[in-house]
């Protein structure tokens, strides 16, 4: 078995090496695509206490979407020079976690196809079942030669697996954790979605959703991001994160608090500047030009920073009492939901 070099897997073994031990790696699967074998990292930095609170970043799901990758990397990048000299950071981390799978998919990311290598779309691939219309691009069993086929229904693949592992491992046991899943692909604009994506129904922690969201307005009125849930949009089947929440809801009730944010970058701006670019294999999910692809890999920086200071310091939108939690939930009504 031969270990085959992609350049993000290359650039996330050179900041691994970086980290040395300031850093825990796990490799928490391998996966086997013919005579090759690819790893699945898993990078965490900062304490080791499962209660702490956990922002966790996740990337490469859909292989083709190989920008969300990028920006972890070059997020993780960031986060190795910090942890020379920082030391408001370093006191940070004292007190959370940041979790890394940059690479969920690396066959896909190898291959530059959406699905994995046996023609599995992962976020179609979990046994949550979408209610409502439906079309193909929802998930269905047809065929793995067809887009957007949700694989067997007997096991989920290994790197669904490996991506539920992680968070069961690290977001799960922490009574607060935040996780990110960057995506490319839908849209000109940036859009951050929360649960359901099978469902139109308000899931569990909206009114602590809207009142994060209310602070990120404030914070930052000028933001990019169009917030709301993934089912505003449209319903699939098989969404990996419906399937977690519902599994964590299910353990921990309300007693913690877990919120699966999916980043989705809207790429079809940088379609509608050079339209040529949807002829090119990755032109519809990724910067083809260098100047745009560096703008996208720092443009979401603050965010990160922003979701880290919020879950240490999470009090004001997390512990609502009964009556701003009716309040919140009506408007969330309202803005999300009519
Ligand atoms: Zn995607």
């Known amino acids: 078995m ?20 300031r850093a825990q790696v796990d490799v928490v699967t391998q996966i086997q695509y013919y005579d090759i074998e690819f790893p699945i990292y898993c990078i965490s930095v900062g304490t080791t206490e499962l209660d702490a609170p ?45 979790v890394f799978v940059p690479i969920v998919n690396p066959v896909g990311v ?24 439906r079309r ?32 069961e491992r690290h977001l799960f046991n922490s009574h607060l ?38 602070r990120y307005d404030r914070c930052y009125p000028h933001h990019i991001y169009t917030i709301e849930p993934t089912c505003k949009e449209y319903v699939i089947n098989g969404d ?17 608090l877990f919120l699966p944010f999916t980043l989705e970058m809207g790429s079809w701006i940088w ?18 030009l260098p100047h745009r692809q560096q703008r996208i890999l720092r443009r979401h920086f603050m965010l990160f920073d922003f979701l880290q200071r919020s879950l240490l310091y999470s009090e004001q939108w997390t512990k609502l009492d009964q009556q701003q939690r009716q309040l919140n939930i009506n408007k969330a009504l309202r803005l999300w939901y009519e």
Request: aromatic fraction near 12%.
């Open 54 to 98: 956990v922002l966790g970043f996740f990337g490469g799901v859909h292989g083709l979407e190989k920008i969300g990758s990028e920006v972890i990397l070059s997020y993780l990048q960031t986060v190795a020079q910090l942890l020379d000299w920082d030391r408001e950071f370093l006191n940070r981390l004292e007190r959370m976690r940041l």
């Open 271 to 288: 379609l509608r500047k050079n339209p040529m670019h949807l002829f090119l294999k990755h032109g519809l999910f990724h910067p083809i």
């Open 2 to 21: 031969t270990g085959v070099k992609f350049p993000e897997l290359d650039q996330l073994e050179r900041i691994i090496d970086q980290l040395g031990a």
């Open 240 to 256: 990996l994160w419906d399937y977690l929440f519902d599994e964590f809801v299910e353990q921990f009730g309300s007693d913690r």
């Open 136 to 167: 193909l691009y929802s998930g269905h069993r047809i065929s793995a030669r067809l887009p957007w086929y949700r694989g067997n229904k007997v096991a989920m693949e290994l790197e669904a697996q490996a991506l539920c592992s992680v968070v």
């Open 177 to 214: 954790s935040i996780a990110l899943d960057l995506h490319s692909g839908f849209g000109v604009r940036d859009r951050l979605w929360f649960p359901y994506a099978s469902k139109k129904t308000p899931f569990t922690f909206i009114a602590e959703t809207l009142s994060l969201k209310e």
């Open 110 to 133: 190898y291959l530059g196809t959406r699905s994995n290598g046996n023609g599995v779309d992962l976020m179609r691939n979990s046994p949550a079942e979408g209610s409502g219309k």
